[in-house]
């Protein structure tokens, strides 16, 4: 097993140097779904919501996210976001919301935790402007799907 970066020789919890890293161009995509009933689904899908445009609004409350991270996450680093970039696709087999969220830096650290931030919370967003018709939905499989850039070189989920 590898050592963990973010524990110190004493067990302790510390935010890793990365000032001797070199700075790369690096982007993460994470992805999620909040599955529904097809008629709380038909609310996004024909613009009903009481609550208003629920997918441009989880679009804004992901891209916020991301760019909060560091104070979300204790040991995450600060980082200058190029871009950040939320697909929200209605899906009538799950049914539900199918999101990705792609985060990306040039610099001496991944944006994984960014892209995981944002895609839970525009999801969580989802859950929050649609509770009021369902309050069955469930957020779930949030994970990388890919990763490019950095000592640890480029990952992609099958």
Do not use: N, W
């Amino acid at each position: 097993m590898s050592r963990l970066t973010h524990i110190d020789e004493r067990g302790a919890a510390r935010m890793v140097d990365v000032s001797g890293k070199a700075e790369t161009a690096r982007e993460a995509t994470a992805a999620c779904h909040v599955t529904m009933r097809a008629e709380t689904l038909a609310l996004v899908t024909e613009g009903t919501a009481k609550k208003g445009d629920v997918l441009a609004t989880a679009r804004i409350a992901g891209i916020m996210a991301a760019k909060r991270t560091s104070e979300l996450i204790p040991l995450c680093h600060p980082l200058a976001i190029a871009g950040v970039t939320l697909e929200l696709e209605p899906d009538a087999a799950l049914p539900g919301i199918r999101i990705a969220a792609t985060v990306k830096t040039t610099g001496p650290t991944g944006v994984e935790m960014e892209a995981l931030t944002a895609a839970s919370v525009a999801a969580l967003t989802v859950y929050d402007m649609l509770k009021a018709a369902e309050r069955e939905m469930r957020i779930e499989g949030l994970r990388v799907i890919r990763k490019s850039g950095g000592k640890s070189g480029d990952f992609r989920q099958e």
